[in-house]
């Protein structure tokens, strides 16, 4: 299929985007390139535009025959969104409804979803997370993607497919080295602890040591990139034109802030430095999944340890991340 990936110049999105030609489709990424990389759009052709012009993207539809679409594109940081939560529901849900909007003009009845497990907000912090919990988002990030996921769910009613993939914390890179994740300014905890290890910057500040969890810093249900791409091929196979759907992906188990940490030293052979800070607004405590529903109906399942994405995430940056060793 010739698939539209927008966002496609992103971190998960580039890996999704490898996934597709591999599997023998054809990814036509769409991106402004905000936060992603114009160097990561490697596996297909490549369209600058932004996700709230509808003139472009319908325009872009034809160009290519699109026949499915893969929605990456998005504001991504949580703790982001709730200092400036207009720029958030611009991008995650006036975009994503020009997207459907273009989509219905074209006659393009297949949608994957980034969705999130931040749409779940505190509902987090008793169990694992089954995809029938109440959604109760506390950043506007969160909000703006259940928004984004109810109206895929909505647009059933004129013939669309959708699947939502609430993917909880992506991690890792291409087992390959050709991609990885490179944001500036990067805000995400594994590489960012990965850059303290490399002498990248001078420590990880802690946000919040006074949560209710096991050691009283937030826990998060890590999982590999390459997992999440080979689960959203399996779900483009598995779009059924008028019908929704919402899975879970996460490994069903969850990493705290200094078990993170710990982790990177003991793989890493290095010193970091942790800095008690205060918490992060938006943060719940704990987010870990239950993947029952997509092991089920996908046949996915997490192959990946949270010991394998640090490892190729330690190697996409000594290879790619202009590492000083004079500093290491
Ligand atoms: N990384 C995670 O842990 C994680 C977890 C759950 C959900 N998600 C979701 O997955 C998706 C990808 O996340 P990511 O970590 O790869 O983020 P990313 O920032 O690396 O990728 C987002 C991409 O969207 C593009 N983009 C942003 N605004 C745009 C606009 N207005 N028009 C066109 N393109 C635009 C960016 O340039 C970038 O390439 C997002 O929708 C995010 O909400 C990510
Ligand atoms: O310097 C740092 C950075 C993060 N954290 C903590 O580490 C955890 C993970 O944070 P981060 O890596 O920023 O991920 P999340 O905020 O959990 O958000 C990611 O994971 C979400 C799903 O949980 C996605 O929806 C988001 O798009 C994605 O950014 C959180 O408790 C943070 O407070 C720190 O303590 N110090």
């Known amino acids: 299929m010739q698939?539209?990936?927008?966002?496609?110049?992103?971190?998960?999105?580039s890996h999704c985007a490898k996934a597709l030609a591999a599997a023998g489709h054809v990814p036509v990424v769409y991106d402004n390139l905000a936060t992603g990389n114009r160097w990561a759009v490697r596996y297909g052709p490549f369209e600058h535009g932004d996700i709230t012009d509808l003139t472009r993207l319908t325009a872009v539809m034809d160009k290519h025959r699109i026949e499915a679409v893969m929605h990456f594109a998005a504001l991504s940081d949580v703790g982001a969104s709730t200092s400036?939560?207009?720029a958030y529901y611009a991008v995650n849900v006036v975009g994503t409804h020009r997207l459907l909007v273009a989509m219905r003009a074209r006659g393009i009845t297949r949608i994957v979803f980034s969705s999130t497990c931040a749409i779940y907000g505190m509902a987090?912090?008793?169990?694992?997370?089954?995809?029938?919990?109440?959604?109760?988002?506390?950043?506007?990030?969160?909000?703006?993607?259940?928004?984004?996921?109810?109206?895929?769910?909505?647009?059933?009613?004129?013939?669309?497919?959708?699947?939502a993939l609430r993917y909880f914390n992506a991690a890792g890179a291409d087992e390959d080295g050709e991609i990885g994740e490179a944001h500036e300014p990067e805000t995400h905890l594994i590489p960012l602890v990965l850059h303290a290890a490399a002498g990248l910057r001078p420590d990880i500040k802690i946000f919040g040591r006074?949560?209710?969890?096991?050691?009283?810093?937030?826990?998060?249900?890590?999982?590999?990139?390459a997992d999440l791409a080979a689960a959203h091929v399996q779900a483009l196979q598995r779009v059924e034109?008028?019908?929704?759907a919402a899975y879970n992906l996460g490994t069903g188990s969850g990493s705290s802030?200094?078990?993170?940490?710990?982790?990177?030293?003991?793989?890493?052979g290095r010193p970091v430095v942790a800095i008690e800070a205060a918490r992060r607004p938006g943060d719940p405590p704990e987010l870990v999944a239950d993947p029952a529903r997509a092991h089920a109906a996908l046949g996915f399942?997490?192959?990946l340890t949270l010991d394998d994405m640090i490892e190729s995430a330690w190697r996409f940056l000594v290879n790619h991340g202009n590492m000083d060793p004079r500093r290491a």
């Not at 006074?210 to 990139?225: K, L, Q």
């Not at 034109?241 to 929704?244: A, C, K, V, Y």
């Open 3 to 13: 698939v539209l990936v927008t966002g496609g110049a992103g971190y998960v999105g």
């Open 210 to 225: 006074d949560y209710p969890t096991r050691d009283g810093t937030c826990v998060r249900d890590y999982i590999h990139v």
């Open 301 to 303: 399942t997490a192959s």
């Open 124 to 163: 987090g912090r008793s169990s694992a997370l089954g995809e029938d919990t109440p959604a109760l988002p506390i950043s506007p990030y969160g909000q703006s993607k259940n928004t984004a996921e109810r109206m895929i769910a909505d647009s059933a009613v004129w013939g669309l497919g959708g699947v």
């Open 241 to 244: 034109p008028g019908q929704f």
């Open 84 to 86: 400036d939560p207009l």
């Open 257 to 268: 802030v200094l078990e993170v940490i710990d982790a990177v030293r003991r793989i890493c």
